[in-house]
C-alpha cells in the first residue's frame, strides 16, 4: 500500500514539475503548442497539403511568427493551394519583414519591384493596420539583430518571447 501511495505522489511530483519547467507565451499559449502550430504549417506545405498549411500558417501568423507569416504571403503570391490574392500577400509579407534575412530581402525586393506603385500606396493603411495587430510588438516578440554561426552578416531574427 505505501508502495502505491509512494508511486501516486511521485507521479504527482513529475507531472507538475514538467508543467511548471514547460514555457508560455504571455497569453498562456505553452511553448510546445505555439511551436507546433508553426511547424506543423511549415510540414504541410512541404508535403504540399495545402489546406492543412494554410490553416496552420494562418493560426501562426496571427501569433505573430514571421516564418508563418512569410510562408502564408507566399502562398497568396504563389497561389500555392488557394487564389493568388496580392492583397493579402502583401500585407503578411510586410508584417513578416519585421524580420530581415537575406533571402526574405532578395524574395521581398523582386515582390516590391513587381508591384505598381499606387497599389504599394493605396495598401499602406492597411499595412500599418496588420503590423498593429500582428507585428512583433503587438504580439510580445523580441526581434534582435545577430549574425548565423559561421556568418559575420547580420540579420534581425524575431522570436516569440516565452515567460
Not at 32 to 59: F, M, P, Q, R
Not at 66 to 83: D, H, N, V
Request: hydrophobic share 40%.
Amino acid at each position: 500500500m505505501k508502495a502505491i501511495a509512494f508511486a501516486m505522489l511521485f507521479a504527482g511530483i513529475l507531472i507538475s514539475t514538467a508543467a511548471d519547467a514547460q514555457s508560455s507565451t504571455k497569453d498562456k499559449m505553452w511553448e510546445s503548442e505555439y511551436l507546433s502550430i508553426v511547424e506543423g504549417g511549415l510540414y504541410a506545405l512541404k508535403a504540399e497539403k495545402y489546406e492543412e498549411a494554410y490553416t496552420k500558417l494562418l493560426e501562426g501568423a496571427k501569433l505573430g511568427n514571421k516564418t508563418s507569416q512569410y510562408y502564408l504571403a507566399q502562398m497568396y503570391f504563389q497561389g500555392w493551394g488557394i487564389e493568388p490574392n496580392y492583397e493579402e500577400g502583401w500585407l503578411w509579407l510586410q508584417v513578416a519583414m519585421e524580420q530581415k534575412t537575406a533571402e526574405w530581402n532578395r524574395s521581398f525586393r523582386s515582390i516590391r519591384d513587381a508591384l505598381p506603385e499606387d497599389f504599394k500606396t493605396s495598401m499602406q493603411p492597411y499595412v500599418d493596420e496588420h503590423i498593429a495587430l500582428y507585428g512583433a510588438k503587438a504580439q510580445d516578440l523580441r526581434c534582435e539583430k545577430r549574425a548565423a554561426i559561421g556568418s559575420n552578416i547580420k540579420e534581425i531574427i524575431c522570436s516569440k518571447r516565452f515567460y
